[in-house]
């Protein structure tokens, strides 16, 4: 982002938005994962009732799972590096507030 802020920094940078930052941050990482996590359940179910009514083979449905298994870990990844973005921008947030203080 262009640096517009008085003191050098650019809007996602300038700690008067740290809490802009956060509330969007926070919707953000959370809103993707509710709407997957359910649909992922959903698949899990047909897939088991189709091997346990014999309609699909086991290693298609082995092959299936190996699938969503991995796509929960996107999701998760996903979710542990907002995380560290959000830490990382009310870090350094702090960190201004804690340079102009001894400033």
Not at 63 to 77: G, H
């Amino acid at each position: 982002m262009p640096v517009n802020g008085q003191q050098g920094l650019c809007w996602a940078h300038d700690p008067k938005n740290a809490e802009k930052r956060r509330r969007g941050a926070s919707r953000g990482g959370k809103a993707k994962a509710n709407r997957e996590i359910p649909s992922i359940k959903a698949l899990l179910e047909d897939l088991t009732e189709r091997v346990l009514t014999d309609e699909l083979p086991t290693g298609a449905a082995a092959v299936a799972n190996q699938l969503i298994n991995t796509r929960l870990r996107a999701i998760e990844l996903e979710r542990k590096i907002k995380e560290a973005e959000e830490l990382e921008a009310r870090l350094e947030a702090l960190e201004g507030v804690l340079k102009r203080r001894a400033g």
